[in-house]
């Protein structure tokens, strides 16, 4: 049996209070020696009777680390007396630093202790939670490598950071009120105007009903109680766009349903947005017109203190930037950009590296990965070469794979954006730095115009490295599974082989080798983006009938518009192509009324679902075609049994506007359904697997997979990634890799 060895951990072992951990575990087991950071890695020096018992602790790790390998090497050097933790030195670059993680239930009672030490100071952490991502600028991880470098600790935190049995030992935040970050609160015209304790002024603000931009860990808030979040929206000109509330914890039960899983993931160490289904639709209307809301509990210290003074049980908390834009981090963007939005800044003076945006989940499903959940690790084996994949165009991020793992960045956003096309570059150079990457294969969409397209030619010009164009919904296939299957993506836009706009696809096979092998019908898109913006043209596209036209006529457009909507599809002047599913979902949307202009990314399909809820299902007919090799899905047979439905409820009012969005969602998945299924059974396939943003609708996902299993079939979902475009990089980095194997 060993006594000694040389052991190296490789994995997230940077962060994680990893060395103070094997510390007290070689105390434990009477081992002696030493242990440092090694780049990315951590090595350790060990020696003692119980040297096996202590390996198989440190194999484990501590809560937070992720072990992808322990080697076990002679040992090179003798271990000495005692043990000790060494200062770091460079070395591989094989791990990852997690993501942020909210402050502990030890921190936040450390907080509210009356005469401790850490009473009422709101960057209060240990090594079991805190800023991670946000604050790191290089590896091995230690104060001088993050944003915490500025604040040298005073001697009762640095007698805490050396106490081996303190929490806070090596915990490379601590921080006090004496030596740590500081809050500030300024006005509009940029005057400090906080005269004695912040965090309660600020509380006294909101409960006022002033409007406050809150720095936090990853970018800026914009902040209010409910019943200023009419004036918010009106400042910021997201009048329809449902924002998200943080809430007090013993509040969640009256403002929203949540199971007992909702109830996990929203109180858990990543702290994201849940969206929740209301008690009663009607309330909250000005903070969200859905049937849905979306809550988050405090997650930082300043968010409980901030708490313990508020009256109000809820606060909006939703970010300070517009929309697919990158977080706003400084304190001077802040106040140039949000002047006229909001009335106070409360800002702290801890620089942050690396912008993070919240985390979204919905029904267990990732809408957007970000704050607590990203950077995110996956082992997969892609071969040898190093791969970077720059993801889409919207709801971007990037990835990258070398050693057996892929790293996908937090949200990017929307890469056409100039701003945030320079966050994408950012992001590449940071998280490519911290991981060590040199990419000999680079991923990007098949589009040819998008920003990122041309961004990864330039990158390959510059490093060498190869460029491998991925279609966008083989992607999505290709983050969901490496198994042979039915792969069904249903969503908004995707460049098409055949130059079309793709987004109700099914295709069979095996990444790489997926054949397109059935799809939602081709209808035009009169005026292009134009039709995504005013979904009523999408309606025209799909069906140009005089009923149609008269239900506009009645909505005021005019003989002259009409006119030239028919001419324009008639000669095909500015009219794309799509078999997207999102874009019939706006036809529905516009048809019924609910949604006339999207002011919002999702908006008219997102309140066809609202207006659905309470809706009584009907099964329609249902029609296919083929077109070579592919089935297709009549979608104008579907919209045009919705038009009747309407027509009958206007003279007669014997349908109900809930009625038609219920059924209109249910056949279309039906609908859907079925091509898999038909595919499945000619090819001979037991899985099938949904991707997409579409797949949030939680009643067209929940009927195609009940229609899926029904006919004995296997259905898949991954709930790692998102649904939407944030898993298209980690897909296309897939199907670059197994395209090299």
């Known amino acids: 049996m060993r006594r000694s060895g040389m052991i190296i951990v490789r994995g997230i072992v940077q962060g994680v209070g990893f060395r103070p951990f094997v510390y007290r575990k070689a105390r434990e087991y009477g081992i002696t020696g030493w242990v440092k950071n090694l780049g990315s890695e951590v090595e350790i020096c060990a020696e003692g009777d119980r040297f096996e018992d202590f390996l198989h602790e440190v194999s484990r790790g501590p809560p937070l680390s992720c072990i992808d390998s322990v080697e076990v090497l002679p040992p090179h050097e003798p271990c000495g007396r005692g043990f000790s933790i060494l200062p770091s030195s460079s070395g591989a670059l094989s791990g990852m630093i997690p993501p942020d993680i909210a402050t502990c239930a030890g921190c936040i009672a450390d907080i509210m202790d009356p005469g401790g030490r850490y009473e009422g100071y709101w960057a209060t952490s240990c090594v079991d939670c805190g800023p991670r991502y946000s604050i790191i600028s290089g590896l091995p991880y230690d104060r001088e490598r993050t944003s915490m470098e500025r604040f040298p600790p005073c001697p009762a935190c640095s007698g805490e950071y050396h106490d081996p049995s303190c929490r806070r030992h090596h915990a490379q935040t601590i921080a006090c009120s004496d030596c740590g970050p500081r809050l500030r609160l300024f006005d509009q015209a940029g005057n400090d105007v906080a005269c004695g304790n912040v965090i309660r002024e600020t509380a006294m603000l909101l409960d006022t009903g002033s409007i406050v931009a809150i720095r936090g860990i990853g970018g800026f808030h914009m902040a209010c109680i409910e019943e200023s979040a009419r004036e918010l929206k009106s400042r910021i000109g997201r009048s329809e766009q449902p924002l998200a509330v943080m809430v007090r914890h013993d509040s969640i039960d009256r403002i929203a349903k949540i199971s007992a899983a909702e109830r996990l993931i929203l109180e858990g160490q990543e702290r994201p947005i849940v969206v929740l289904g209301k008690w009663d639709l009607s309330a909250h209307q000005d903070i969200s017109s859905l049937h849905t809301i979306g809550c988050m509990l405090p997650y930082t210290g300043l968010h409980h203190l901030l708490f313990s003074y508020l009256e109000h049980p809820l ?345 038609i969005a219920a059924s209109f969602q249910y056949n279309l998945a039906r609908g859907i359904a079925g091509l898999a299924i038909h595919a499945a059974r000619d090819r001979d396939l037991g899985l099938v697997v949904l991707s997409g943003g579409v797949a949030y609708n939680r009643s067209i996902r929940e009927t195609i997979a009940g229609q899926v299993r029904a006919a004995g079939l296997e259905f898949l979902i991954n709930a790692d990634l998102p649904l939407g475009d944030g898993c298209i990089s980690f897909g296309q980095c897939v199907y670059a890799g197994l395209l090299d194997k």
């Not at 320079?422 to 060590?436: A, D």
């Not at 969409?445 to 279609?471: I, W």
């Not at 969503?491 to 082989?497: A, P």
């Not at 099914?506 to 092998?517: H, I, N, S, T, Y």
């Open 315 to 659: 606060l909006i908390m939703t970010s300070a930037n517009m929309p697919g834009y990158p977080m706003i981090t400084d304190i001077d963007q802040a106040m140039a950009k949000l002047n006229r939005d909001v009335n106070f800044f409360l800002t702290h003076d801890r620089r942050i590296v690396n912008r993070c945006d919240d985390s979204v989940v919905r029904d267990g499903y990732i809408i957007r990965l970000s704050r607590g959940m990203a950077p995110k690790r996956i082992g997969i084996d892609l071969g040898p070469s190093a791969i970077l994949a720059v993801g889409p165009e919207l709801n971007s991020n990037v990835t990258f794979y070398q050693n057996g793992f892929c790293t996908i960045s937090p949200h990017v956003g929307n890469v056409r954006n100039p701003r945030t096309f320079e966050y994408l570059k950012e992001t590449i150079t940071n998280l490519g730095r911290l991981l060590g990457a040199q990419p000999e294969i680079i991923a990007h969409d098949a589009h040819p115009q998008f920003l990122s397209t041309r961004y990864a030619r330039e990158l390959a010009e510059g490093a060498g490295a190869r460029l491998v164009p991925v279609q966008h919904h083989r992607a999505h296939i290709a983050a969901s599974t490496v198994k042979p299957c039915i792969g069904i993506t249903i969503d908004g836009v995707g460049y098409g082989d055949d130059g079309t706009v793709w987004g109700g696809e099914v295709f069979a096979g095996q990444v790489p080798d997926l054949e397109r092998v059935a799809h939602l019908e081709v209808v035009p898109m009169p005026g292009g983006d134009l039709a995504t913006t005013y979904p009523e043209r999408m309606l025209y596209g799909i069906l140009p009938e005089t009923g149609v036209r008269e239900i506009l006529a009645s909505r005021g457009w005019t003989d002259v518009e009409l006119d030239i909507l028919r001419i324009q599809l008639a000669q095909g002047l500015n009219v794309a192509k799509t078999s997207s599913t999102g874009r019939v979902l706006d036809a529905a949307s516009a048809l019924l009324g609910v949604c006339r202009e999207k002011t919002y990314d999702g908006e008219p399909a997102m309140k066809l679902e609202s207006a659905a809820v309470p809706g009584k299902l009907q099964a329609w007919d249902l029609a296919y075609a083929r077109d070579g090799s592919c089935e297709i899905l009549s979608t104008r047979t579907l919209c045009r049994r919705a038009l009747i439905e309407y027509q009958l409820l206007r003279k007669q009012g014997s349908r109900r506007i809930a009625d």
